[in-house]
C-alpha cells in the first residue's frame, strides 16, 4: 500500500537529487505564494472599491472587461518574449509592474490611470478569479472562485516548473504549486479583512483604507522581484538537460489501472509516466492530439473560462454586500476559509487521478460545484450563502495540478511557455465579456443571475469534456 509520502509527492520530488533543482523550486513556490497573497489581498475589495470612488456598477463591469482585452496583449507580448529574453527577467519585470500598479492604485482615482495600471499589473479578473488561467488549458482553471490564476506569469513559471523536474514527479510538483497559491489567496484575504477592519476602528475612511492593501499589494510584488532574481539558470530554456529520475521503488511495480494517454493504433499503450507525464526531450514519442480534438479542446475551455469570467471573487463579495449587507470582515474570512480548504483538497488531486482517471477527476468534481454555484443565486440568508461558498470551494479546483501536469507534456518543452501562453489568451478573450455582462445584470438588481448562467455553462462544459475525451484513454 502507497505511503502518505508517496501519495502526496514527497518521494518523488526529493528523488530529483539535484540541488538547484530544489533551490529553484522553493524560489517559485515563494514567488507563486507572494503573488496569490498580493491578488488575494486585492480581490475582496476591488469591485467595493471601484464602487466607492463613484464608478457605477456598467463603469465596473466595463472597466474589468477592458483590463481582461489588456491582458491578451500582455500574455502575448511576455509568452512570446520569455524565452528569448530570459525568464527569470520577464518574472522580475512583472513583479515590478506589480508594485507600480499596486502605487497608482494608491495615489489616484482616476479611471483612465487605474484601467492602465491595473491592465500593466495583472489587476484584473484574471487574476482574482476562479481557474487558474495559465495552468489549465482546460482552466485559472484559475476557474472556480477557488482556482488561482494569475496573467501570464504562471505560464512561465509552470515551465520553469516542469523543466526542472523528471516526468514521474512533474504532477506532484505543480500539485503543491497550486497548493501554495491556495494558501497565498487565503493568507492575503485574511491580511486585508483584517488591516481594513483595524483601520476604520481607527477612524479611517473606507476609502483610504482600501489604499492600504495596494500598498501591501506592492509590497508583495517587491519581495517577489528579489525571487526571481535571485533563481539559477538551470530554470532558463537553454539549461542543460537534466537526467530522468528514478522512481521510488514502491511506485515501479505493475499498476493494471494505468492506461495510455491516448490510443495509439499499432503500438503498445505506454504507461502513466511516458503517457501523461514524459518529456518530449526523453527518447519516448509523445503522443499528440488530433487537430479536430485541439479545436474540441479550445471550445469548451474557452466556455468554461466565460462562465467563470461572470463570477471573480470580486463580483462575489459585491454579491454578498448588496444581497445580504455582509460585513467585510466576514468576507475576507469566508474567502479564506475556503482557499485553504480549496488548498488542501488538491492535496487528494494525484491520487485521485491515478486512480479514476483524469476526465472522471475533472467532470466528477465540476458538476456538483457547478450545481452549488446555481444554489447560490437562491441563498436565503447570509449563513447559508456563506455556507454554499465553503461546500463549493472544497470541490470546484481538484482537478487544476492533473491538468496543468497533463498540458505540460503535450506542449513541448521549447514551445510550453508560448504554447500556454496562447491557450491562456483565447480564454482571457472568451473572459473578457463576463464582467460587462455581470455588471448589467447587478444595474438590473439580477446579478444573482450571474451565478445561474456560470453554473449552467460549466455544466455544458462538463457534458461536453466527458462526451469527447471519456474513451480517449486519458486516464492517469
Request: charged share 10%; hydrophobic share 50%; with cysteine.
Amino acid at each position: 500500500m502507497p505511503s502518505l509520502a508517496n501519495e502526496l509527492g514527497y518521494h518523488h520530488i526529493m528523488a530529483e537529487g539535484h540541488a538547484h533543482a530544489r533551490r529553484d523550486i522553493a524560489l517559485l513556490y515563494v514567488s507563486r505564494f507572494l503573488r496569490l497573497f498580493a491578488f488575494g489581498a486585492v480581490a475582496p475589495i476591488l469591485v467595493l472599491h471601484l464602487r466607492k470612488l463613484g464608478f457605477s456598477d456598467q463603469l465596473v463591469g466595463s472597466f474589468l472587461s477592458l483590463t481582461l482585452l489588456g491582458d491578451v496583449l500582455l500574455s502575448l507580448v511576455v509568452t512570446w518574449s520569455a524565452d528569448a529574453i530570459g525568464r527569470r527577467r520577464v518574472l522580475a519585470a512583472g513583479a515590478l509592474l506589480m508594485a507600480g500598479s499596486g502605487i497608482a492604485f494608491y495615489l489616484s482615482s482616476s479611471f483612465v490611470a487605474l484601467l492602465a495600471a491595473a491592465v500593466l499589473g495583472i489587476v484584473s479578473p484574471a487574476a482574482m478569479r476562479v481557474r487558474s488561467s495559465s495552468f489549465s488549458a482546460l482552466p485559472f482553471s484559475q476557474a472556480d472562485a477557488h482556482a488561482p490564476t494569475v496573467g501570464p506569469f504562471s505560464a512561465i513559471e509552470v515551465g520553469m516548473l516542469s523543466q526542472l523536474v523528471s516526468p514521474d514527479a512533474r504532477v506532484y510538483v505543480l500539485m503543491w504549486y497550486q497548493v501554495l497559491g491556495f494558501v497565498g489567496t487565503s493568507v492575503g484575504a485574511l491580511t486585508s479583512g483584517f488591516i481594513i477592519s483595524q483601520l476604520e476602528k481607527a477612524g479611517w475612511h473606507v476609502v483610504a483604507a482600501y489604499r492600504v492593501i495596494f500598498l501591501v499589494y506592492s509590497l508583495a510584488a517587491g519581495i517577489k522581484v528579489i525571487a526571481s532574481v535571485v533563481m539559477s539558470t538551470h530554470a532558463e530554456l537553454d539549461a542543460p538537460a537534466k537526467p530522468t529520475a528514478t522512481p521510488p521503488a514502491e511506485e515501479t511495480s505493475t499498476d493494471n489501472e494505468r492506461q495510455p494517454l491516448l490510443a495509439n493504433q499499432g503500438q503498445q499503450a505506454p504507461s502513466v509516466a511516458d503517457a501523461i507525464l514524459s518529456s518530449p526531450e526523453e527518447p519516448a514519442p509523445l503522443p499528440r492530439l488530433p487537430l479536430g480534438k485541439l479545436i474540441a479542446l479550445c471550445f469548451i475551455f474557452s466556455l468554461d473560462a466565460f462562465a467563470s469570467s461572470l463570477i471573480p471573487n470580486s463580483f462575489i463579495a459585491y454579491y454578498f454586500r448588496l444581497s445580504f449587507n455582509a460585513p467585510l470582515s466576514a468576507i475576507t474570512r469566508t474567502f479564506s476559509a475556503g482557499s485553504l480548504i480549496a488548498g488542501f483538497s488538491q492535496l487528494a488531486a494525484g491520487s485521485i487521478a491515478r486512480r479514476l482517471g483524469i476526465i472522471l477527476t475533472m467532470v466528477g468534481t465540476h458538476i456538483p460545484a457547478q450545481l452549488i454555484t446555481i444554489a447560490l443565486a437562491f441563498a436565503p440568508s447570509l449563513a447559508s450563502g456563506l455556507t454554499l461558498y465553503i461546500a463549493r470551494a472544497s470541490i470546484a479546483s481538484m482537478d487544476t495540478s492533473v491538468r496543468g501536469a497533463f498540458l505540460a507534456a503535450i506542449i513541448p518543452a521549447e514551445s510550453r511557455t508560448r504554447f500556454l501562453g496562447i491557450i491562456n489568451v483565447c480564454k482571457t478573450l472568451a473572459s473578457a465579456p463576463g464582467p460587462t455582462l455581470s455588471g448589467h445584470l447587478a444595474s438590473w438588481g439580477g446579478l444573482r443571475w450571474s451565478f445561474v448562467i456560470c453554473g449552467s455553462l460549466k455544466i455544458l462544459y462538463d457534458l461536453g469534456l466527458l462526451a469527447g475525451f471519456l474513451k480517449a484513454k486519458l486516464e492517469h
